[in-house]
């Protein structure tokens, strides 16, 4: 978990160590004194040894790495091999979805899953016996397995859809949206996962996983072995998965439903301008081929009723919105900008979320006025009104406090972090004349 998690305390040191005094990060033991003519001749002198030795170990050197070549190579097969291998078939209807899990070496004693997939799981079963579901839970205990067992599940998703829970499955006209762990089970180990995945002729799918070559007719992923209670969505359908490209990454754009194509180049259009303005944090965006998931859901009384990051095998965002309205009023909402601001930081702990809605609060309304979509003004005034939101919604509590007490604090907790970003960002600025901004500071984290 570590490699995914980011707390407080590392991002001030990383704007703390942006003013260390760059001698003190030079080798101590560096000779200081030598001149410039010295310098010179060592550096030639160096240079003729290396040539030399060069030429009279060619033929050992050549033969040791051409050694270590044929090596590769024969290797490689059983490199291809080291990962755990699901294949995963939708039946045409979309009714059901069948998942073949092949572990390399020992399976795991668990698989993970949605709380929920029980009650709309067939079965479950090895090459000799159905399994026992044994549990309500979201855990499946496998009995003890040969090396290299397989396990076979299905998942009815026509009756998942028919729970009427949108957060589990949800039908978008001839598409299918899910829960990524209602049907795609995994272990508790991050284990590397090949997953290979059949489906109905004309139909495509939005993931969060990376795409990997494949033979025709199949689609090949890589998960990212994220922890197994990191969420995703997974998208089945006829719709098309649209590439938008902002600051040099891909962006991956799946509109599932029955959306017309002026509405879906609107949503596009949208999205990359959102996408271009956080680009201009780092000079590139900030996440490596995203998901992109734009949920219609028809006249509504918000743009954006409710839209979230997800960090499940990749990193995604999905957007439940009013397809409906004019492309202005997407411009002017806010939503967009906000939760792709999420991918400037990696995951951050939950006890530490003032610091991630902090920062993608705070650049919701300075990215906005950065690309002209509000002025100068009206960025002031919304950052100021947010502070008085936050403000009387303060009690007693700390913000760390705050931040652990769930959704009562909400106004808190954003605006809050917010203000601290913006003192944040003012300090560095004034004291590096205008050198260092929270822009280089979270630019930071990532090298």
Same mark, same amino acid.
């Given at each position: ?74 290797? *490689?097969?059983?490199?291809?091999? @080291? ?7 939708? %039946?045409?209807?979309?009714?059901? /979805? #069948? !998942? ?71 039908? *978008?006209?001839?598409?299918?949206? @899910? ?7 995994? %272990?508790?180990?991050?284990?590397? /996962? #090949? !997953? ?77 301008? @959102? ?173």
């Amino acid at each position: 978990m570590a490699k995914y998690l980011i707390n407080a305390n590392i991002f001030f040191w990383q704007v703390a160590i942006l003013f260390q005094d760059p001698i003190s990060l030079n080798d101590p033991g560096r000779n200081t004194t030598q001149g410039p003519g010295d310098a010179r001749k060592v550096e030639q002198d160096n240079a003729k040894r290396f040539a030399v030795q060069i030429s009279e170990d060619h033929g050992r050197i050549y033969e040791h790495v051409m050694h270590k070549f044929a090596f590769f190579i024969l290797a *490689l097969p059983l490199l291809a091999c @080291s990962d755990d291998r699901y294949t995963v078939h939708f %039946d045409d209807s979309l009714e059901t /979805v #069948t !998942v073949e899990a092949c572990f390399e070496g020992p399976a795991p004693a668990t698989l993970y899953r949605n709380s929920q997939s029980e009650k709309f799981t067939a079965w479950v079963r090895t090459a000799e016996k159905i399994l026992d579901q044994n549990s309500n839970s979201g855990r499946l205990e496998l009995p003890q397995l040969p090396d290299n067992a397989c396990v076979t599940w299905q998942v009815q998703l026509g009756k998942a859809l028919a729970a009427d829970d949108y957060r589990l499955a949800l039908q *978008l006209g001839p598409d299918v949206l @899910s829960s990524g762990d209602l049907w795609f089970w995994r %272990d508790g180990e991050k284990r590397s /996962v #090949t !997953v290979e995945m059949q489906l109905p002729d004309g139909m495509s799918v939005s993931t969060p996983w990376k795409q990997l070559p494949g033979p025709p007719g199949t689609w090949m992923f890589r998960p990212d072995p994220t922890p197994w209670n990191w969420t995703s969505r997974i998208a089945i359908g006829t719709f098309e998965v649209w590439p938008i490209f902002a600051g040099g990454t891909e962006l991956r754009i799946a509109i599932p439903g029955n959306v017309g194509k002026q509405r879906q180049m609107k949503l596009r259009a949208w999205m990359q301008d @959102s996408a271009e303005a956080v680009s201009g944090v780092f000079g590139y965006f900030p996440r490596s081929s995203p998901q992109i998931l734009i949920v219609p859901i028809g006249s509504q009384n918000d743009v954006v009723p409710w839209a979230h990051v997800i960090r499940g095998g990749g990193v995604a965002a999905e957007f439940f919105v009013d397809e409906t309205r004019p492309l202005e009023q997407l411009s002017e909402d806010w939503t967009a900008t906000h939760e792709l601001s999420h991918m400037l930081l990696p995951y951050v702990a939950r006890r530490d979320r003032w610091l991630s809605e902090g920062v993608a609060t705070y650049y919701q309304n300075i990215l906005r006025a950065r690309d002209g979509r509000l002025s100068e003004q009206q960025a002031w005034q919304r950052l100021y009104a947010g502070f008085e939101r936050g403000r009387a919604e303060t009690r007693k509590e700390t913000l760390a406090e705050a931040a652990r007490s769930g959704h009562r604090s909400i106004m808190r907790i954003y605006w809050s972090g917010a203000a601290i970003m913006l003192q944040a960002d003012t300090e560095l600025r004034l004291i590096s004349n205008g050198r260092q901004s929270l822009d280089t500071a979270l630019a930071g984290l990532r090298e």
